[in-house]
């Protein structure tokens, strides 16, 4: 169908917001959005190149989407596009590659290359030119505040695919913020490469203001933060953790327990301090539900310091781990060392990771049995609090995805087929 485009969206909630954007500003300019089953003339592809893992799934994605999409425009775009650049190109049917630079042109390159729309009728648009942004096929919006990354972290390739850091107006910000409650969303998500490093028009540091600003604007949407450095959480932000309009949540990645290991990654602090910062935030705010990355298999990584990383995540009850085994990336300090650990023991660290994330995220959710929560209805039909604990009902036929529901949380259940994380049973 002329006119259409359907969309892949790889990765980070930064490649969903700017995956949505992409969506609304293809509206404006007449183009609808489409499944795939329905023949879109344009397939626009948002990669990730995080892991090697997610580079091959970004291949295989662009081929099938050329074998089922045949006559369709092939579209690509995102981190991988933007370091790897000369690869997709490389692929047979790809239409063109823009990385993320220019990825908020996309729909006016596209229109100019099939003469719809005439060059010099392109607006200037930077990294956070989108269209007022709606959340497309999801109930929770997503806000992109900062892009990039200034860190040198050793196993890192986001920098190469992101570039330096730089942030968003912050009257842009805040006028998002009131699109985004005006029109009913019930959760803000603000993201960015490294969203402590947000800086004001006189390029302070100010990240803790613009939190204090967006919660002084709502007055009916909540607001959560994707992820948050260590070196950035401290007194403040613990106190702004206890607001009643912000999410009972904070993602800190630890990437490891080991001193030993983090120094070697490049990271910007030791276990102790990691540690320290957690232990204060949740002396301000007890009940406060922290999640975490952690990389395994390390070049150097003995069984003693994944035993740390272990140990560090049961010390501060972290209550949820997004767990991933280590993988070379081209342009890396890391490329470097000897990838020492094989494959079997990063699989098997992986494992006992996940263990005691789900062991952990049973043991804070059970500590709130009974007790009430204002949840999110998400399209799958389970409900989020705003601490994170995933509920299930029964019978959601009767409420509206997106609607905030009162329930009370009830016994713990297994993962199951459709459900493949653990959840709690929702009680209206």
């Given at each position: 169908?002329?006119?259409?485009?359907?969309?892949?969206?790889?990765?980070?909630?930064?490649?969903?917001?700017e995956t949505d954007g992409l969506a609304n500003s293809f509206a404006k300019l007449g183009i609808k959005t489409v499944t795939d089953t329905e023949k879109p003339g344009i397939v626009v592809i948002n990669t990730c190149t995080v892991?090697?893992?997610?580079?091959?799934?970004?291949?295989?994605?662009?081929?099938?989407?050329?074998?089922?999409?045949?006559?369709?425009?092939?579209?690509?775009?995102?981190?991988?596009?933007?370091?790897?650049?000369e690869v997709i190109e490389k692929i047979p049917g790809v239409t063109g590659v823009?990385?993320?630079?220019?990825?908020?042109?996309?729909p006016y390159m596209i229109l100019e290359k099939t003469d719809q729309i005439q060059t010099n009728q392109s607006p200037a648009l930077d990294r956070f030119s989108y269209a007022d942004v709606l959340p497309q096929n999801h109930t929770r919006a997503y806000l992109k505040i900062q892009d990039g990354c200034n860190r040198v972290c050793s196993y890192c390739k986001i920098p190469q695919a992101r570039g330096k850091?730089?942030?968003?107006?912050?009257?842009?910000?805040i006028d998002q913020v009131k699109f985004l409650q005006d029109n009913g969303v019930g959760e803000i998500i603000l993201t960015g490469v490294n969203l402590g490093w947000f800086r004001d028009e006189s390029n302070t540091?100010?990240?803790?203001?613009?939190?204090?600003?967006?919660?002084?604007?709502?007055?009916?949407?909540?607001?959560?933060?994707?992820?948050?450095?260590?070196?950035?959480v401290g007194h403040e932000l613990a106190e702004i953790t206890l607001h009643p309009r912000f999410c009972n949540y904070l993602h800190v990645p630890m990437q490891s327990g080991s001193s030993k290991i983090l120094k070697l990654m490049k990271r910007s602090y030791t276990a102790e301090t990691f540690y320290k910062r957690i232990s204060l935030v949740k002396q301000k705010n007890p009940n406060l539900f922290i999640g975490t990355d952690i990389i395994t298999g390390f070049p150097g990584e003995s069984n003693l310091e994944f035993s740390e990383s272990l140990q560090l995540a049961r010390d501060l009850e972290i209550a949820k781990i997004h767990s991933f085994p280590f993988s070379v990336r081209k342009g890396t300090t890391a490329e470097l060392l000897?990838?020492?650990?094989?494959?079997?023991?990063?699989?098997e660290r992986v494992?006992?990771?996940?263990?005691?994330?789900?062991?952990?995220?049973?043991?804070?959710?059970?500590?709130?049995?009974?007790?009430?929560?204002?949840?999110?209805?998400?399209?799958?039909?389970?409900?989020?609090?705003?601490?994170y604990i995933k509920l299930r009902l029964a019978d959601t036929t009767k409420f509206t995805t997106g609607q905030f529901l009162n329930l009370k949380i009830g016994s713990y259940e297994e993962p199951n087929s459709v459900l493949k994380e653990g959840h709690f049973l929702g009680i209206l």
């Open positions: 169908m002329e006119n259409t485009v359907s969309f892949h969206t790889l990765g980070c909630r930064l490649n969903i917001f892991t090697n893992r997610a580079d091959s799934k970004n291949r295989n994605i662009i081929r099938n989407a050329i074998k089922n999409n045949p006559g369709s425009q092939i579209w690509v775009t995102g981190c991988y596009a933007q370091t790897d650049k823009v990385g993320n630079t220019d990825k908020s042109k996309l850091g730089v942030s968003r107006n912050t009257k842009d910000v540091k100010n990240f803790n203001k613009l939190l204090l600003q967006i919660l002084d604007t709502l007055e009916y949407s909540r607001l959560r933060l994707s992820s948050i450095e260590p070196s950035d000897k990838d020492d650990v094989s494959k079997e023991e990063k699989k494992k006992l990771l996940n263990d005691l994330s789900k062991e952990q995220y049973k043991k804070f959710g059970e500590k709130l049995l009974g007790q009430s929560r204002e949840a999110i209805l998400e399209g799958d039909g389970t409900c989020l609090t705003d601490d």
